[in-house]
């Protein structure tokens, strides 16, 4: 049997995120799922060594790397449309589901139990999930500010408050020990 899963999350880099915004550089969804899955692992590392929890990084990381992949058949939906209200919100989030399990029903039928888990994450790993996706749009907004984009200075407030309202003490320490650097120039950062 030919499977078509790998060949579909290959497509990951067709799907261009900030379309509402003007971009000094163009951030596809592979690039930004491969950013979220090692912030992700970064903070379920910090929880695990600062904060006395007990969570598989490494399973954290995997299920970041795979967060978005509905994109491939939903496309990006930009964050004020997804979030404009409740009913728009909870149909996307029914759309998306559907979305996760046409693509795991490409995969051969015995493989499929192996990656339901990556797509069906519980709340806690969803919301270190949805930290490190929001540093890595805060961190795509530093990027589009530092070059002189001015679009993303809103954006960057907006999204930087979203991080502190997660009240998740892991995303206050990578903010405050990893997030400055990334104003930094290349010579900066040594």
Same mark, same amino acid.
């Given at each position: 049997m030919?499977s078509h899963?790998y060949?579909?999350?290959s497509?990951?880099?067709?799907i261009k995120r900030? $379309? ?8 596809n969804l592979?690039? +930004?799922? %491969?950013?979220?899955a090692?912030f992700? +692992?970064?903070?379920?590392v910090?929880?695990?060594k600062r904060f006395?929890g007990?969570i ?10 795979? +967060? ?6 939903t496309g990006?939906?930009?964050t004020p449309? !997804? ?10 989030k =029914?759309?998306? $589901?559907?979305?996760d399990? =046409? %693509?795991?029903? %490409?995969?051969?039928?015995d ?6 888990? %990556?797509?069906?994450?519980? =709340?806690?790993?969803?919301k270190i999930?949805?930290?490190?996706d929001k540093l890595s749009?805060?961190? !795509? ?5 530092n070059? $002189?984009?001015?679009?993303f ?11 502190? !309202?997660l009240?998740?003490p892991?995303?206050?320490v990578?903010l405050d020990?990893?997030m ?8 900066? =950062?040594k």
């Amino acid at each position: 049997m030919t499977s078509h899963f790998y060949a579909m999350l290959s497509r990951m880099k067709n799907i261009k995120r900030w $379309g509402l915004m003007r971009n000094t550089r163009n951030e596809n969804l592979s690039e +930004h799922s %491969l950013e979220v899955a090692y912030f992700a +692992h970064a903070l379920a590392v910090i929880r695990n060594k600062r904060f006395s929890g007990n969570i598989d990084a490494n399973f954290v990381a995997c299920a970041a790397m795979f +967060h978005d992949t509905a994109e491939i058949i939903t496309g990006d939906l930009p964050t004020p449309i !997804k979030y404009y209200n409740r009913e728009i919100r909870n149909a996307y989030k =029914q759309i998306e $589901g559907i979305a996760d399990e =046409q %693509l795991i029903s %490409l995969l051969p039928e015995d493989l499929r139990d192996e990656f339901r888990p %990556l797509y069906n994450v519980d =709340q806690d790993i969803k919301k270190i999930i949805k930290a490190a996706d929001k540093l890595s749009a805060l961190a !795509k907004c530093i990027e589009e500010r530092n070059m $002189g984009n001015r679009e993303f200075v809103d954006a960057e407030k907006s999204i930087r408050n979203s991080i502190h !309202k997660l009240n998740l003490p892991e995303a206050e320490v990578f903010l405050d020990e990893f997030m400055e650097s990334f104003s930094l120039t290349l010579d900066e =950062q040594k």
